[in-house]
Every structure is written in structure tokens, then in C-alpha cells.
Antibody, heavy 124, light 107 residues
Framework: QVELVESGGGVVQPGGSLRLSCAAS????????MHWVRQAPGKGLEWVAV????????YYADSVKGRFTISRDNSKNMLYVQMNSLRAEDTAVYYC?????????????????WGQGTLVTVSS | DIQMTQSPSSLSASVGDRVTITCRAS??????LNWYQHKPGKAPNLLIS???TLQSGVPSRFSGSGSGTDFSLTISSLQPEDFATYYC?????????FGPGTKVVIK
């Protein structure tokens, strides 16, 4: 069965950096686009970033563009997000999520599996 | 960017009630519209994709409709396990925005 396990969350000071990882199993990771989605405390879901199955296309939310970088290692079944210049408003549970479509050339979004999330707190 | 709105933001209903949540996009997303259910402390769950395609394992009391800019999610007979927050998301173009959510609470 599909399993997505996030790690790397924690407390970081404003302006700091953090890298989140997501270990994927139970499906052919290299064939699927992957997303990061976050939820700030008491707020709704916010889409953060997506990467195509082969890593060739990446898109970001305006709120993180230029600060976050999504990447993947298909040889290790791992998804990452490097988060730099962190702000208090980046405090959230970050979910790793799998897109539904296999070997999709164009980037759309249908998220059919989610991890349990990892909490990032940006605070001094 | 495409903006998503939902109404109502919350609703109070009883077991057995018929409930409808609406979602509107600021521009056409064709039928690239997904619905998710989210319970506290759990991962969100995909209910419906492509505006009206029920995901495997999702009870048939859930249904979706719409195209273009106006969409709806209907629960035909609310069950105790359906009390949660529901989000729409446009899957048409990046950024793939979610609606603000509709919280369904017990009356």
C-alpha cells in the first residue's frame, strides 16, 4: 500500500533554513508527480509546490517562490523541499502528497495519497 | 492565479440531513476540480476528482457536479463519520489553489 513518511520538521528561527524529506513506498515513485501541501495552525490547506515525475518541471505557490525548492531522487524514492528565508507565516504542518496521474506530461493536480505531515515552527 | 471560494464556511447539520457545499473558481477550470475531506490530526482524503468522479472506496452518498466555474459537493444523508472540513481544489493550472474550506459540525 502507498506510504508517505515526512521527516525533518522542527523549530527554526526566522530567516533560517530547513529541509523536509518524504520517503515513499508502495508505488512506482518515479512514475508520479509529487506535491507539498501545508496547513498553518487553525487555517485551511495551502498548496505549496509540485514536481513532475521526472523532475523536469516544478511549480510553486507565490508565497514560497524564490525561497523554497522542491526536488526528488527517484533512485531513492525520496521527495524533498528545501526551505530558506523562513518566516513566521511558514509555520505549518507540511504534507507530502502523491499525484494521481501516471507519467503525466502536463502538470495538473489530483492528490490521491497524503502523508501524515511534519510540523515546522518558525519562531525566535 | 485562480482564486477559489466556498460557501458556506461552516454549517450545522444533523445525521441524515442532505448537505450541499458550493465552490466557485475565479475563472474556468473546466472539470479539473477535486474535493477532499479532512479530519483533525489525519491526512486529507480525496473524495471526488474531475468534478464528479467518485474515488474508489468513497461512499455513494457523496456526489459532485459542475463545470467551468461553479461546482458543488452533496452528501445525500449525513453520517456521523462525515463531520469534517471539506475543501475544493482546482487542478487546472498552477498554483493549484484550495478553497478556504467548509466545516461540517453536528447540530
Amino acid at each position: 500500500q502507498v506510504e508517505l513518511v515526512e521527516s525533518g520538521g522542527g523549530v527554526v528561527q526566522p530567516g533560517g533554513s530547513l529541509r523536509l524529506s518524504c520517503a515513499a513506498s508502495g508505488f512506482t515513485f518515479r512514475n508520479y508527480g509529487m506535491h507539498w501541501v501545508r496547513q498553518a495552525p487553525g487555517k485551511g490547506l495551502e498548496w505549496v509546490a509540485v514536481i513532475r515525475y521526472d523532475g523536469s518541471i516544478k511549480y510553486y505557490a507565490d508565497s514560497v517562490k524564490g525561497r523554497f525548492t522542491i526536488s526528488r531522487d527517484n533512485s531513492k524514492n525520496m521527495l524533498y523541499v528545501q526551505m530558506n528565508s523562513l518566516r513566521a507565516e511558514d509555520t505549518a504542518v507540511y504534507y507530502c502528497a502523491k499525484d494521481w496521474r501516471v507519467l503525466a506530461a502536463a502538470i495538473r493536480a489530483v492528490i490521491d495519497f497524503w502523508g501524515q505531515g511534519t510540523l515546522v515552527t518558525v519562531s525566535s | 492565479d485562480i482564486q477559489m471560494t466556498q460557501s458556506p464556511s461552516s454549517l450545522s447539520a444533523s445525521v441524515g440531513d442532505r448537505v450541499t457545499i458550493t465552490c466557485r473558481a475565479s475563472q474556468s477550470v473546466l472539470t479539473y476540480l477535486n474535493w477532499y475531506q479532512h479530519k483533525p490530526g489525519k491526512a486529507p482524503n480525496l473524495l471526488i476528482s474531475s468534478a464528479s468522479t467518485l474515488q474508489s472506496g468513497v461512499p455513494s452518498r457523496f456526489s459532485g457536479s459542475g463545470s467551468g466555474t461553479d461546482f458543488s459537493l452533496t452528501i445525500s444523508s449525513l453520517q456521523p463519520e462525515d463531520f469534517a472540513t471539506y475543501y475544493c481544489q482546482q487542478g487546472y493550472s498552477s498554483p493549484f489553489t484550495f478553497g478556504p474550506g467548509t466545516k461540517v459540525v453536528i447540530k
